[in-house]
Each structure stands twice: as C-alpha cells, then as structure tokens.
C-alpha cells in the first residue's frame, strides 16, 4: 500500500489560534480521510476530503471549525481553527484506493493549552 | 482475563497463548472488514481483512472469522509474542465508502 506522511507529528498551540496539517501520499489515491481519535478512543471520521471541491464532514463536524483542501490526489490539508483544550487529540490522515484497505499516517498529536 | 479499563477494554495473554479479540459491528449491510494494529504514537497498520462472502480468513499467526448472523468479528492471534501487545480497531466498510471504527481492544501480553 502507498505511504501517507503527516507534518506536523505534534505540537502545542495556544488557545484560539488555528494549526493546517499536512497529508502527503506517496501515490494517487481515490479517496482521502481525516480521522480524529481521542486519548484512549477509537476513530471517530472528521470529514472525507473530495478533490477540487468541498469536503463532506460527518455529524459533528463543520467546514469553520475543520476547513480541508485537497488540491490534488496526493495531498490533503486539515486546519484545526480557533483551538480550545477540548481539540486536544490525534488526528489522522488516511487514503484508500477503491475497495481495498485504508492506510494511515502516523498522525498529529496536538495539545492545546 | 478480560477487563474495561478507563477508557478500552484490556486483554491480558500469556506469552505463546493464543489470544481472541472479539468485535460487534452495527450495519448489517457492510461488505469488507479489517482488522487494524495501534502502537503507542503510530497510526493503526493493517493486519488482514475479510469480504462478507467469506466466513473465515487466515494469515500469518493471525485468522480472521465472520459471523454475520450476528454481526460478530473476531481475530484470533496464535502464540502470542510481547510485540503483539498493542490496540486492537475492527473496521467495517460499506460499498467502498469510509471506515467505521469499532472501539477497540488493548492486548497486553505478560511475560
């Protein structure tokens, strides 16, 4: 399967600031994903990230909060806006090519103070 | 034995026991399933799958079984080594869509 890199692995950000995560894949991929997980939980899905065009978010998750991009079929970017504790989590960058398997970057652990 | 902790249920093995992680899934209607592996600070990697034709899968130490009849998952890992020690996310795919996560397991393996 192909090989997703994330940038940034971590960081601390400051309360009401905003971070853009970066999904690189090393291959074209049909579909991209942005997952968040939780100290301790398991994956919840934050949106899928459609090429040139908006992104489709799940319940719970909205474009002002969690703007994505995806410009082309190797990248995706997250933004996590206006940042409060409760966005404290990993967030994961995942690609998948037709009926197969998803493949996951290490993932971003963001802690916000 | 098997227990919930604070947030994941634990599994706690033997070294060279065998383990079974069990998994409900909730759409009737998925047709591919996998099991995934999570080390500390990595992102879940693939173990194996299963399509919904199939009742049973194996691998490498590892076979998959599919009951859909009550929508149950399982992963059997036979003799279990400390590296296998790690959470364990069953996923369930509808029709090519996006992963749904089941909770997952953590399995620690004792000495």
């Known amino acids: 399967s192909a090989v997703i890199s994330q940038k940034p692995s971590r960081d601390i950000c400051q309360r009401g600031t905003s971070l853009t995560i970066q999904c690189q894949v090393d291959?074209?991929?049909?579909?991209m994903f942005w997952y968040r997980q939780q100290p301790g939980q398991s994956l919840t899905l934050i949106a899928t990230a459609n090429q040139g065009s908006e992104a489709t978010y799940e319940s719970g998750f909205v474009i002002d909060k969690f703007p994505i991009s995806r410009p082309n079929l190797t990248f995706s970017t997250l933004t996590v806006s206006n940042m409060s504790p409760e966005d404290s989590s990993i967030y994961l960058c995942s690609g998948k090519e037709g009926s197969t398997e998803a493949f996951f970057g290490q993932g971003t652990r963001l802690t916000v103070v | 034995g098997e227990s919930v902790g604070l947030h994941l249920p634990t599994l706690s093995v033997q070294e060279g026991d065998n383990s079974i992680i069990n998994c409900a899934y909730s759409n009737s209607a998925s047709d591919y399933f996998i099991w995934y592996k999570q080390e500390s600070g990595k992102g879940p990697q693939f173990i194996i799958d299963i399509r919904s034709n199939m009742d049973k899968r194996q691998g490498q130490r590892v076979t998959v079984l599919l009951n859909k009849t009550v929508k149950h998952l399982s992963l059997q890992i036979a003799a279990t080594q400390p590296g296998d020690s790690a959470v364990y996310f069953c996923a369930e795919n509808n029709y090519g869509q996006n992963f749904v996560f089941g909770p997952g397991t953590r399995l620690s393996v004792l000495p």
């Open positions: 291959s074209q991929v049909t579909m």
